[in-house]
């Protein structure tokens, strides 16, 4: 047993529940909900419509805006949090593989004199139920909420901006097949996990050969699984900034979730060097081809 050998076990481990980490984080509120895709801060959704609703009083939200305590009616942060809690809107939606979560920014929603951005902690007050082929449409969402509601407001009353649709709609088979690229890498992982347990025992080029052959189809799975992925927290958010922070939506990238499904593709990386360096200097190359045929000696 040598510590080359050891090395791809302990890499595929770690490799493995990093990538079921990505997978199922988030599948509960209690359960690695900072490790997000995206973030979807909707917080100041709800001031389009104070900001309506104070511009004109003949129009179908000034019901609710009876509804908002008189003495807050002056503060348009205030009034506008109201108002959200009125409509069911949340403070927040995160995007994770098989679900989305829900909650609300404590103690405050946005930074003050004394609240500075730093104090601000997401509380996470639920998710839906995981589902395989999830793709996070905040519009359903949304709606869904409003509905629930029974205020009868819709997103155009929110000033909900369209193209956020049009351009997530183009993602979504990208997210898809990122979801099951990692359903695959998870199995080539286990694979090569399993594949690379004889080497302890048995070292050689063939055993070598193998493993790499396993370990690359590993690798380029979650590697591509990671760069799909990637490309949509990266897209999704600058997509969804452009044309949500006139009306107050605020998308935040899942950097947390990166570094981890980054961190699973350079452990897999680690592995495949590792088995190429034992092919072309491993035990099982040239010193035993040596042993087993000594050089004839002369005289
Ligand atoms: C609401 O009005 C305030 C001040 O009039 C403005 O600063 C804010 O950007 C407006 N919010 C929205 C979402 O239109
Ligand atoms: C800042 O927000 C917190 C929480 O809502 C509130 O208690 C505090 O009074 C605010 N501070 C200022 C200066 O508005
Ligand atoms: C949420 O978004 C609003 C407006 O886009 C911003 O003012 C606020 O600071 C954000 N809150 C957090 C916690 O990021
Ligand atoms: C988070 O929200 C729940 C339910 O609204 C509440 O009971 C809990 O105290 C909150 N936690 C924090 C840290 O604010
Ligand atoms: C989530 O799952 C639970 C239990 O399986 C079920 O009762 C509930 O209706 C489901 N919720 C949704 C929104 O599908
Ligand atoms: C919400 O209600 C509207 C109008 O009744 C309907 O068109 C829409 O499909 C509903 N959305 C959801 C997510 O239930």
Known sequence: MTLQSLLP???CTAALILSFLCLFAGHKPSFMTDYPLVTLNVSRLA??????????????????????PSNIKDHIDDAASSVSDEIGIEDFYQAHLLDYCYGQYTPAETPNATVSASDIKKNVTGCSNQTAMFYFDPKE???EALNKSGTGVTLEDLNWPDDIQKGLDALRIVSLTAFVLYCIAIGLIFLALIAALPALFAQGRLTACLNWMVGILAFLAIGLASALVTAVIVKGSDLVNEHGNPVGVEAQRGNKFLALTWAATGLMLITLVVWSFEICFGSGSRRSRRNAYPPAKHG
């Open 9 to 11: 076990i302990l890499c």
């Open 47 to 68: 001031e389009g419509v104070v900001n309506k609703t104070l511009s004109s009083d003949s129009n179908p939200l000034s019901s609710l805006w009876d509804k908002v």
């Open 141 to 143: 969402i949304l709606e």
